[in-house]
């Protein structure tokens, strides 16, 4: 069979390198579509509970007339009725009458400081995840003005 030729090794060679390259970039836009999703649930799941414990923080110390604070905090309605946020394990607690509520997960630390009737909370979250992913933030609410 004359004129009938093969391959010649530097084409197998090419072909195979070329075809590497195409195998290499697939791979990894495959492995980003894996992963940034991933990453970025665990930061929402890092920073919605920093979110939803400031949203209350806010929602209790605007209404508050007094307020004494450290690892826990204790707020005073208008109407004597006492609001406490407590950290226990790696959640924060509201406690409000007989209802007590978690209002952050994944807690890793939580500190309540009150000055000039400003409220401070600086809390941390530490979600499971393999990206160790963390959030720490200060909030602070203002109370409502004393009566003169």
């Known amino acids: 069979m004359k004129g009938e030729r093969g391959y010649t090794l530097v084409e197998g060679l090419i072909a195979i390198a070329i075809t590497g390259f195409l195998v290499t970039a697939l791979s990894i836009v495959v492995q980003q579509m894996v992963v940034v999703p991933e ?3 665990d930061q929402i799941d890092a920073i ?3 979110q939803n414990a400031a949203h ?3 929602l209790d110390g605007q209404t508050a007339e007094s307020a004494s604070g450290g690892s826990s905090l204790m707020l005073t309605l208008p109407n004597e009725n006492i609001i406490t946020y ?3 394990g790696d959640k924060l607690f509201r406690l409000y009458g007989s209802s007590n509520r978690t209002i952050a ?3 890793a630390s939580a ?3 009150v000055l ?3 409220i401070y909370m600086t809390i941390a979250t530490l979600p499971d995840s393999r990206w160790n992913i963390s959030e720490n933030y ?3 609410a203002y109370m409502r003005p004393t009566e003169t």
């Open 48 to 50: 919605h509970p920093v």
């Open 138 to 140: 200060t909030y602070r």
């Open 39 to 41: 990453r970025g649930d």
């Open 105 to 107: 997960d994944n807690v």
């Open 116 to 118: 000039d009737r400003v």
């Open 86 to 88: 407590t950290f226990s």
């Open 111 to 113: 500190n309540f400081t």
């Open 56 to 58: 209350w923080l806010t």
